[in-house]
């Protein structure tokens, strides 16, 4: 740039002749070379923009699109809960009209949840390694010939019914729930638990509208033609599965999938190294299969007392419509109460409602079994399901969430044919007094075992 400069002067002295002159100074060579360069640069600048505008657009409609992906699958699986759970819970007062003996009937559910527990462990990892979706086709697949069965009152067929039904519980267990809490989003995702327990608690209270109304038709048509509530829910399990199609299929990695029985026994070491876990699975497993003995049983106390098809199908009505109220509160307390305290809640309110239930007294019966008892399980259901998918890993999350299934039905396994075999020589009301005094104990139990558990008083 100095040579330059001197030579230019020189010339343009006049002392010796210019041996070229350009048509432009020759100083300015430098300033069209950095209005060049600065050119170039605007240009990469601009090339740039238009590149991350580009990647911007991709990325938003790639967010938008996994938006409507995420909302269709939501609403397909919503379709699919609501129309598979539109049920026909009158069974038992059906087989009683048949002919079969409370005991009987005892016996019956405890070849269910022993079929039930057997498959719970073989289904969870068919859904883990095979699919979650597909299991899911095949229980509504069996579900639909068990009622079609349960339609010929005679003895093998009644029990071929409840061994294809506990086999099709089996492989719902713990791939509805898996299946759904991906389908919210990312495990990562901080918020994920709030998320999913709102969108289970509204998927729950749709399919429990749908109850309502299943029990209190059942109750109704039943009175024309014994069979024909069976028959309607048989044909709405097969279209229940329809609406499972927009939901892609979930599994785990490929690699697993050949050693089936080092998956299971990962699945255990799972949850046993995880004391908590295992303690809360235990407790929700007594209170549920608590719940659900009481639940069938309570059609036979009030069939006993005299009371129509029809009152009692509205009686069960009403106790789901009581139970969706508290499920629809549930989201809500969790966000703002421990886990400790939730499940303390539960266990409170289901001690008050069997000793309600316990008074010999009608109103206070209803009042007991509608309320409190309704209660405890409307807060327990959606309870269970965010603490075991927020502690399950996602490899073994339906084989996690089946074992908690398995534990119920080894339960009620044991449960509820001792409570159909206790009622033939005791009052209903003086068991539920047991059954309260008895749960009384196992709570404080756990509240003292769980007392300085920092993960549980979060």
Same mark, same amino acid.
């Given at each position: ?6 030579t230019?002067?020189?010339g ?25 360069l ?7 600048h601009h090339?740039?923009g ?8 991709q ?16 609403i ?7 129309i ?8 038992v007062?059906?087989?009683a ?8 009937i ?10 039930k ?47 294809l ?10 791939a ?8 919210t989003?990312?495990?990562?995702d ?13 998927? $729950? ?12 038709v059942?109750?109704y ?28 299929e ?7 999938r050949?050693?089936? $029985?080092?998956y299971?026994?990962n ?7 995880n ?26 106390? $009030? ?19 009581c ?9 809500w ?11 303390t ?9 069997l ?12 009042l ?10 409307g ?5 269970m399901?965010?603490f ?5 890993p996602e490899?073994h ?18 449960? $509820?044919?001792l409570?159909?075999?206790i ?30 558990n ?5």
């Open positions: 740039m100095v040579l330059v400069s001197a230019c002067n020189k343009m002295s006049g002392d010796t002749p210019a041996l070229y002159t350009p048509d432009f100074p020759c100083c300015s060579e430098s300033h069209i070379f950095v209005s060049l600065k050119e170039r640069i605007a240009l990469v090339v740039i238009i590149l991350r505008t580009m990647h911007t657009t990325e938003m409609s790639a967010s938008h699109t996994s938006s409507q992906q995420r909302r269709t699958r939501i397909a699986y919503t379709a699919y809960s609501v598979t759970d539109f049920g026909v819970t009158l069974w007062v059906y087989l009209i048949r002919g079969y003996s409370p005991f009987a005892g016996l019956l559910e405890t070849l269910f949840h022993a079929v527990f057997l498959a719970e462990a073989p289904t969870g990892i068919f859904a883990d390694l095979v699919g979650r979706r597909v299991s899911l086709i095949i229980a509504n697949a069996l579900n639909a010939i068990s009622n079609i069965l349960l339609i010929v009152p005679g003895v093998p067929f009644v029990i071929a019914s409840f061994v039904s506990g086999v099709a519980y089996a492989f719902r267990g713990g509805g729930d898996a299946l759904l809490w991906n389908i989003g990312d495990s990562a901080q918020s994920i638990a709030r998320r999913y327990a709102s969108l289970y608690t509204r998927i $729950f209270v749709l399919a429990s509208v749908g109850g309502i109304i299943g029990n209190a059942a109750g048509i039943s009175q024309q033609m014994l069979v024909l509530p069976f028959i309607i829910q048989a044909v709405l399990l097969l279209i229940g599965a329809v609406f499972l199609a927009p939901v892609p979930q599994r785990a990695a490929s690699h697993t050949s050693q089936p $029985f080092k299971i026994i699945g255990l070491q799972i949850v046993r190294m004391r908590l876990l295992l303690l809360v699975l235990l407790y929700a497993s007594l209170l549920d299969s608590i719940w659900q003995t009481v639940y069938f049983y309570i059609q036979l106390f $009030f069939h006993g007392k005299e009371m129509s098809l029809g009152t009692i199908g509205l009686i069960v009505a009403a106790s789901l419509l139970n969706l109220i508290f499920i629809s509160i549930a989201p307390l969790l966000a703002r109460i421990s886990r400790k305290t939730f499940l809640i539960s266990g409170v309110c289901m001690i008050i409602g000793l309600a239930m316990g008074t010999g007294i009608l109103m206070m019966q209803l007991g079994y509608l309320l409190f008892f309704q209660a405890a399980n807060l327990l259901i959606p309870f399901s965010v075991i998918n927020e502690h399950a490899s999350r339906a084989t996690v969430l089946s074992l908690q299934t398995g534990l119920f039905s080894l339960a009620m396994v044991i449960l $509820f044919p409570f159909g075999w009622v033939r020589f005791i009052p209903y009301q003086l068991l539920y007094l047991w059954l309260g005094c008895g749960l009384l104990l196992i709570s404080l139990y756990v509240v003292w075992l769980t007392r300085a920092k993960e549980l008083n979060q």
